[in-house]
């Protein structure tokens, strides 16, 4: 079942036996409209619940590796999937937007993190003051805030750079693809990059 964290933003999880973590998804609402990021497949009452917050119309992919359940609720939805370039090239199916070059896509701002996962990708909000990060940071239950181990990074230094662009951003929320949204994120943020 779902969780609403923000009048903007619900959120659902569930444990990976392969990956040894929790894996979350969200769902960001605004003006009737619903956009999913990174979506796990949902159980009946959350994918109903998701459906009377607005209509559903796109789904947002952070990296490579996050196609999840992209395609199979895309298709039950018929929603078009959105994702970066590279990312791609580990995909199953062909995405109908790539984002790359996009200011915005639905109030989301797609934001390159070079250095983690294939074609990683955060989404700012503006108006919300939202940050949706894939794998670039973690929010682990007992460790808190973290950059992507070295082992699952195409160039961990490389991603410490780009992360530092986040800084320039006014961040209240944080909702990671790995561990719970993360409330008052900005310092946290601060804190974790400067170190």
């Known amino acids: 079942m779902y969780k609403k964290i923000h009048p903007h933003l ?7 036996k392969d990956c040894k973590t929790d894996l979350f998804s969200h769902a960001y609402i ?4 619903v956009l999913l990021i990174d979506p796990i497949l949902p159980d009946d009452d959350t994918l109903k619940s998701i459906q009377t917050l607005g209509k559903p119309c796109a789904i947002l992919i952070t990296s490579g590796n996050h196609e999840r359940y992209a395609r199979i609720i895309g298709d039950l939805l018929k929603i078009p999937i959105a994702c970066p370039a590279l990312a791609t090239k580990e995909l199953r199916f062909k995405p109908d937007v790539i984002v790359d070059d996009l200011k915005q896509l639905h109030g989301l701002v797609p934001i390159s993190l070079t250095g983690a996962a294939l074609g990683e990708h955060a989404y700012y909000c503006t108006a919300e003051k939202i940050l949706f990060i894939g794998d670039a940071l973690i929010n682990d239950k007992d460790k808190g805030l973290s950059i992507l181990p070295e082992k699952y990074c195409l160039n961990q230094k490389q ?3 780009s992360l530092k662009k986040l ?3 006014d961040i209240e929320l944080i909702a ?5 949204t993360m409330p008052k994120a900005g310092a946290a943020l601060k804190k974790l990059l400067s170190s």
């Open 30 to 33: 605004s003006e009737g409209k």
């Open 10 to 16: 619900i959120e659902w999880s569930v444990y990976c």
């Open 159 to 161: 991603l410490e750079i």
């Open 167 to 169: 800084l320039n951003l």
């Open 176 to 180: 990671f693809a790995h561990g719970k």
